[in-house]
């Protein structure tokens, strides 16, 4: 198997995850701006290949939902595939630096919080899954 075959079957493996889990993929800016401006609260999850996205953010952006309050939307791009669609999710990210993975907690189209990478790399998936429960009982 090809090195390019390998990484479209982690790529497309990480995709399902998250649909799977009940998030729509934005793939194009035109697609994050249409579900960014919604209002009420949106959970955008930056997804990515690295090990601490497969093991412990993606696994974190399905636990998190077995929470009383969740998000009214919840959405995904994906950094280093769809480039475009990233980076106008990440233009709406006011004050934070690009990060992947992450989790930005949306409000009628404003940034209310974020779950950095460096949160994500220094927890477990469990830890990861009650900042954002506890994100989720604040602002839902």
Do not use: W
């Not at 690295?50 to 998190?64: D, F």
């Not at 480039?83 to 940034?111: C, H, N, V, W």
């Not at 949160?119 to 477990?124: A, C, G, L, Q, T």
């Amino acid at each position: 198997m090809s090195f390019n075959l390998f990484m479209q079957d982690i790529v497309d493996q990480a995709r399902k995850e998250m649909r799977d889990s009940g998030y729509k993929e934005l793939k194009t800016p035109e697609e994050v701006d249409d579900a960014l401006k919604q209002k009420g609260t949106t959970l955008v999850m930056v997804n990515s290949t690295c090990g601490c996205a497969g093991g412990v953010a993606r696994p974190a952006a399905y636990y998190s939902l077995q929470n009383d309050k969740k998000p009214d939307h919840l959405v995904t791009v994906f950094a280093g595939q769809d480039r475009e669609a990233t980076e106008q999710a990440r233009s709406y990210f006011t004050g934070y630096p690009p990060s992947s993975p992450s989790f930005a907690l949306m409000k009628d189209g404003q940034i209310v919080d974020m779950v950095e990478r460096a949160d994500i790399e220094s927890s477990d998936t469990q830890e990861v899954a009650q900042k954002l429960q506890e994100l989720f009982n604040q602002h839902c």
